[in-house]
Antibody, heavy 117, light 110 residues
Framework: EVQLVESGGGLVQPGGSLRLSCAAS????????MSWVRQAPGKGLEWVSD???????YYADSVKGRFTISRDNSKNTLYLQMNSLRVEDTAVYHC???????????WGQGTLVTVSS | NFMLTQPHSVSESPGKTVTISCTRS????????VQWYQQRPGSSPTTMIY?????PSEVPDRFSGSIDSSSNSASLTISGLKTEDEADYYC?????????FGGGTKLTVL
């Protein structure tokens, strides 16, 4: 059974950093296309970042240069390193396993990041 | 870059049929596959339609997807509405290597 479990969210001040983790089971992260999608409170879904099985990474303009997506093959875990956090980064962050060109087929439950002073 | 525009909300009675539209602002709707996600309150999204009209095996056949090049839009149609279908629905497509989500439609079944 495929499962994705996010962790690492919390309260951080503007300008601070956090690293989110997405522990996967039932499939191999490194062999799959993975994404992070976020949802600000009361708002819609927003794509954040992708990592392809070959290692190529992509970012939304809103996070480019501040966020880094990566994976640890030995831990079968996806990460999102978030630096220079802004109030507008406040959201629930979901990781997802992606079928190329067909969207996310498995979603994690999400982890809440709150950026506030 | 393009946008995907959805109605903010729709409502219909149980047993009826409702269609949610998703209009692409520029470029052809047929250029990239469209997906539809359902999100019930307090839950993560789930995939209802992928690749324009494909349905995951666990999704009931009351849900169907289509695209219409004349209106440059995709549609999600739900027939035989049930109260459990009440949720937010999001369309999603691609712009080069970026993802684009619609703003979401709140479906009320009353």
């Amino acid at each position: 059974e495929v499962q994705l479990v996010e962790s690492g969210g919390g309260l951080v001040q503007p300008g601070g950093s956090l690293r989110l983790s997405c522990a996967a089971s039932g499939f191999t992260v490194s062999s799959n296309y993975m994404s992070w999608v976020r949802q600000a409170p009361g708002k819609g879904l927003e794509w954040v970042s992708d990592i392809y099985s070959g290692g190529n990474t992509y970012y939304a303009d809103s996070v480019k240069g501040r966020f880094t997506i990566s994976r640890d093959n030995s831990k079968n875990t996806l990460y999102l390193q978030m630096n220079s956090l802004r109030v507008e980064d406040t959201a629930v962050y979901h990781c997802g396993k992606v079928v190329p060109a067909a969207g996310i087929d498995y979603w994690g439950q999400g982890t809440l990041v709150t950026v506030s002073s | 870059n393009f946008m995907l525009t959805q109605p903010h909300s729709v409502s219909e009675s149980p047993g009826k049929t409702v269609t949610i539209s998703c209009t692409r602002s520029s470029g052809s709707i047929a250029s990239n596959y469209v997906q539809w996600y359902q999100q019930r309150p307090g839950s993560s999204p789930t995939t209802m339609i992928y690749e324009d009209y494909q349905r995951p095996s666990e999704v009931p056949d009351r849900f169907s997807g289509s695209i219409d090049s004349s209106s440059n839009s995709a549609s999600l149609t739900i027939s035989g509405l049930k109260t459990e279908d009440e949720a937010d629905y999001y369309c999603q497509s691609y712009d080069s290597s970026n993802w684009v989500f619609g703003g979401g439609t709140k479906l009320t079944v009353l």
